[in-house]
């Protein structure tokens, strides 16, 4: 197995992980961060877990994918390594307000709004960042066919268009709207 393919192989794999680690973090969160006086300190613990492993399968995805892009073009491909550790490192702050609902108190909503705008700009605004930056330096190469990354660039700016919208009350981002502009981005990652 050549390098490239290897590294292709391991990116593959870590996207697969922060599809299966997301997934359930949120349905074991979002109960207990709807109604923080619930009993769900087991639920929201094994939900911040899963999201710190979604973080650092993040970093690892474009460590991994930076040696086949950057052959492409070096400042976009850092561009992406970037963009995709803000993304964590969002992530990881929602983590922690997500943790800090446990001994919040009468403080927990405040947390729970922390942790709510955190998961609109880390995973719900950034994977459109990460598209424009990747999905060209993909199909420049010519590594992947070509519907995949074109599914990233229209994605992206439905995404943005949506998270904007709901940044200003115009949407809210669980909801019909939100879930198709999120799509596209979904299947390209």
């Known amino acids: ?53 979604l ?39 929602g983590v922690i307000a997500m943790l800090g609902v446990l001994v919040a108190g009468p403080a927990a909503p405040a947390l729970v709004s922390m942790h709510d705008w955190a998961f609109l700009l880390g995973p719900g605004t950034i994977p459109a960042v990460n598209a424009l930056l990747l999905a060209p330096l993909l199909l420049r190469a010519g590594l992947v066919p070509r519907a995949l990354p074109l599914m990233g660039l229209v994605g992206a700016p439905l ?15 669980v909801s019909p709207v939100g879930f198709l502009s999120a799509l596209l981005i979904a299947a390209w990652e």
């Not at 460590?63 to 993304?87: I, K, N, Q, W, Y």
């Not at 995404?159 to 904007?164: G, N």
């Open 55 to 93: 973080a650092l399968a993040c970093i690892g995805t474009a460590v991994a994918l930076f040696p086949v892009v950057r052959r492409v073009d070096e400042a976009t491909a850092l561009g992406f390594v970037g963009s995709r550790t803000l993304e964590a490192a969002i992530i990881v702050i």
């Open 1 to 53: 197995m050549t390098r490239t393919r290897c590294l292709g192989f391991i990116a593959g794999a870590l996207y697969l992980l922060t599809v299966v680690t997301s997934i359930p973090a949120l349905a074991l969160k979002d109960p207990v961060l709807a109604d923080p006086t619930s009993a769900g300190a087991a639920a929201l613990q094994w939900a911040a877990a899963l999201e710190f492993v």
């Open 159 to 173: 995404l943005l268009a949506a998270s904007v919208g709901t940044l200003f009350g115009i949407i809210d981002q």
